[in-house]
């Protein structure tokens, strides 16, 4: 499952640079790539003991998984939904096997009531359950039995009735208009990671894996879709408005991954050069929105195979957008999910960094096709092995797709320097987590397991080397496929297919939290540079100075300006310190670590080595991702106050060297001109809006974006009245976005007010109540004032909306983050000790901690910052 806006605002964020002079509507050039990111936020040293004060770990919820007496080996389900009353009904005749004598059956059940239930011994005597005792904390139910249920196969016969819920989990309901603006309803489902129990009972762990027999009784003009593909099709008899859908038996698989999906719905449909066969199904009327997605997939497949060297093991696979969707997309086998935004491409209204957003989703989730579905994870302590690799290799897939994108450089940008920033906070966590109950799952839905995971999976791709790499991932599959694996197993593949320790590489990165920071200095000894390298552990509030600090086994790369693309030699760091000999380096060559910034660490360079890379920054014959990696890694020694914030942007003159820019890069400049107040691209963007708003000449999507941020910024009731008929007029879900994610630049506080409004009506879906305050939070300090008195005011809306998922802890980050008053942390903290957010509970601890870091580095970098820039603009004398 793919966290959504996060990430793909990050994508909008790349290849950034700041212009010598202005530069407005002009047609973008082909960029020769150059490439920086300015951090927005100020943080620093603040004493950990103050922070932990302000910031104490839960108590975890004690959990046990279910009994091991009784398991599944075949699921029949027959599901008949009501799209009227949003309630469905269930038949479940599971095939059982009984490992020991029992009068009791345990599974997992939510929000279902029992009508009736029976088991049957094969060839035996049915015998009819005499009570359900449902368990609703630990989300399971207990079967009682009048007698003991002997040793051996069985039949597990239950009916149940359910709600078609709005919560966007379990079996829901999804809202959506006919072509005559008639208001409807599709039933979908969304069951990772503990939600099949909600649509029917179910032993609901992913280990406990089983096939399904699925069909649906649905009205007979909606589409009914399933993980397989359609085996019957007849009328049901006690309705003649209904039909009974019935699919092929599915491969034994995880009950997080089962899928189904009623509703209207169009499709695009090609076949893949493999012989697979793949449907885009768009909401009715815009077929043609699925056809780059189509071509995406068809593409993808048999990339994955050929990489995997193991074929897809299904006969079909749908990508379907569905209108609710709280993640970005979800893999389910057969039948992968997505928000509307994420799957559908408008020809001539979508954005550059939306088709990139699509192809990397769509490559995300039929990587997981293989790596996660055909083997699975045991337990969810292991989820980071599912999309830390996914995360990975969806830009190896749109790398071979789309290599034009220069995709890595925007990897590091989006992923790798995220996932730096999260891992620096004492109250980071291991990739590796320890789950149990399932309020905490959602939890780890975060930046450890999917950005962190992608940047050590990359790392460990580059130390082991590609061939190898492939070799012991083929042997994984075959291994497991079908069944379960850890971590542990996927490591034993590698190491016996690339004869490296990558178990003992590897457990440092994955079972402790945090990374090191790389310390380097240089001494030249006749035709070669000696580099002295150590490493300690970094921290947001700077490096770690206990006696108990931890160490990592460090794959380090070394180049040099001879061929900065190439690597000149690579060490395994597994020691503090060490000394190494880089041979046939001349005085005037400078010699970098970290080439392609792989490696997840920071990086600390001596001010003479750090002086000989800059002509290399000047020159661009440093590559641009590493020079991104470079100017990262000094922002955040400045923000853990290791190095001054004024000697950084000092540094950055070195970096403002105007390159070609692309219609990415051209929305991120004239957003920060025109939000600046820049007169010229100001006036320009008014003209262009004034153009659009009455037909004359619409905005490219590419310049939307940056058009309604500086328009607004600088408008008034009447500019954000006419954002909002903009955003009731928009037929496609990605210009809605677009719209909500700038409406909170408006200035004015009764406005802004207005705007908070509008993200809990009916006019803002559900999943995009949270990017509209966020977009409140993020534009202002009076904005981000009024968010948080919003969330406040409206906790128990909120809360009740997202029931606690990962929603919540992406609505309280992007609206607490930002702030950088110390008595904020408290007043937060205390917020959410009377106001629990179960799911949320380390991203409250994060988001306290890096408060007091803003405030902290604010504190001391704020005046030597203001100094530096009133030199600037002083005349020279």
Not at 505 to 533: A, H, Y
Request: proline share 5%; charged share 25%.
């Amino acid at each position: 499952m793919l966290l959504l806006l996060s990430r793909q605002v990050s994508l909008s964020f790349v290849k950034q640079v700041i212009p010598r002079s202005p530069v407005l509507f002009s047609k973008p050039a082909s960029l020769n790539l150059r490439t920086f990111k300015f951090k927005v936020t100020f943080s620093t040293v603040f004493a950990n003991a103050t922070i932990q004060n302000i910031i104490t770990m839960p108590e975890r919820r004690p959990f046990v998984r279910l009994p091991t007496d009784v398991y599944p080996v075949n699921y029949g389900l027959c599901l008949k939904p009501d799209l009227i009353d949003f309630t469905f009904e269930g038949k479940l005749d599971a095939r059982i096997e009984v490992v020991q004598g029992t009068n009791q059956i345990v599974m997992n059940c939510a929000d279902i009531d029992i009508i009736t239930a029976s088991f049957a011994p094969e060839g035996g005597e049915e015998i009819s359950a005499t009570g359900f005792n449902y368990q609703n904390e630990d989300e399971k139910v207990t079967l009682s039995f009048p007698r003991v249920l002997q040793k051996g196969s069985g039949s597990l016969k239950i009916d149940f009735v359910g709600e078609l819920n709005d919560k966007m989990k379990g079996f829901y309901r999804s809202k959506y208009a006919s072509a005559s603006g008639e208001i409807r309803y599709a039933a979908v489902t969304q069951f990772e990671a503990t939600d099949a129990r909600r649509a029917f009972p179910c032993w609901d762990e992913p280990a406990i894996k089983a096939t399904f027999d699925i069909s649906l009784i649905v009205p007979k003009d909606r589409v009914a879709l399933s993980n397989m593909n359609v085996i019957d099709r007849k009328p049901y008899p006690e309705d003649d408005s209904l039909v009974e859908v019935k699919f092929a038996t599915t491969p034994i698989m995880s009950t997080y991954l089962v899928a189904f999906v009623i509703g209207e719905y169009d499709f695009v449909e090609s076949q893949s050069s493999d012989g697979i066969m793949v449907r885009v199904y768009t909401p009715v009327g815009k077929a043609e929105q699925g056809k780059f997605a189509l071509e995406v997939a068809t593409k993808t497949l048999p990339f994955y195979k050929d990489y995997f060297n193991v074929p897809y093991p299904l006969p079909k696979i749908d990508l379907i957008a569905i209108a609710d969707f709280a993640a970005g997309a979800m893999e389910n086998w057969g039948l992968v999910t997505y928000r509307e935004t994420a799957l559908l491409i408008d020809p001539k209204n979508s954005c550059s960094s939306s088709r990139q957003w699509v192809a990397l989703v769509v490559g995300h989730e039929l990587a997981h096709q293989w790596f996660g579905n055909l083997v699975t994870m045991e337990w969810w302590t292991h989820l980071w092995l599912n999309e830390g690799f996914a995360s990975w290799i969806e830009y190896l897939c749109v790398d071979h797709c789309f290599p034009e994108y220069d995709i890595w450089t925007q990897f590091v940008s989006a992923d790798y320097t995220r996932a730096l920033d999260l891992d620096a906070l004492d109250n980071s966590h291991p990739i590796e987590v320890n789950v149990g109950h399932p309020s905490e799952v959602d939890e780890i839905f975060d930046a450890i397991s999917y950005s962190k995971g992608a940047s050590v999976i990359r790392m460990l791709h580059n130390y082991i080397g590609d061939e190898d790499f492939r070799k012991g991932m083929n042997a994984y599959l075959l291994k497991f496929q079908h069944k379960n694996a850890s971590t542990e197993d996927l490591w034993d593949c590698l190491e016996q297919a690339s004869g490296k320790p990558i178990a003992a590489v590897m457990n440092s990165w994955t079972k402790q939290m945090g990374f090191p920071i790389i310390v380097v200095d240089q001494e030249q000894q006749g035709e070669d540079r000696v580099l002295k390298i150590s490493q300690k552990k970094f921290c947001a509030s700077g490096p770690h100075n206990g006696e108990d600090c931890p160490s990592w086994m460090v794959p380090i790369s070394i180049c040099s300006s001879e061929d900065p693309a190439c690597t000149k030699m690579k060490v395994l760091l597994d020691q503090p310190e060490t000394t190494v000999t880089v041979p046939n380096i001349s005085p005037e060559q400078w010699v970098k670590i970290n080439p392609g910034t792989v490696g997840f660490y920071r990086i600390q360079y001596s001010s003479a080595m750090l002086e000989s890379l800059l002509p290399g920054v000047r020159d661009l014959t440093l590559l641009p991702v590493d020079r991104l990696g470079l100017q990262n890694d000094l922002f955040s020694l400045a923000r853990a106050g290791m190095i001054s914030t004024v000697e950084v942007l000092k540094l950055m003159g070195a970096l403002l060297v105007l390159c070609h820019l692309d219609a990415l890069l051209r929305g991120l400049v004239l957003g920060k001109l025109g939000k600046a107040g820049h007169k010229p691209t100001l006036e320009e963007a008014r003209r262009r809006f004034k153009d659009h708003v009455e037909g004359k000449q619409i905005l490219s999507a590419d310049l939307r974006s940056p058009v309604y941020l500086t328009v607004l910024k600088h408008g008034d009731s009447t500019t954000l009245d006419t954002m909002f008929k903009l955003h009731k007029q928009a037929d496609m879900q990605e210009e809605k976005n677009r719209i909500e994610r700038v409406l909170g630049a408006i200035s004015a506080p009764d406005l802004i007010q207005r705007v908070l409004t509008f993200a809990l009506s009916e006019e803002v879906r559900p999943q995009d109540t949270v990017s509209v305050i966020g977009g409140v939070a993020g534009s202002s300090k009076h904005g981000r004032k009024a968010a948080w008195k919003f969330v406040k005011d409206n906790w128990e809306e909120l809360h009740n909306r997202y029931q606690g998922g990962f929603l919540i802890s992406r609505l309280i980050k992007l609206t607490v983050d930002g702030f950088a008053v110390d008595k904020m942390a408290a007043e937060v903290k205390s917020f959410f000790e009377s106001h629990h957010a179960p799911a949320a509970e380390r991203t409250v601890q994060q988001c306290c901690e890096n408060i007091l870091l803003n405030a902290a580095w604010l504190k001391r970098d704020a005046e030597d910052i203001h100094q530096y820039f009133l030199q600037r603009k002083a005349p020279p004398v």
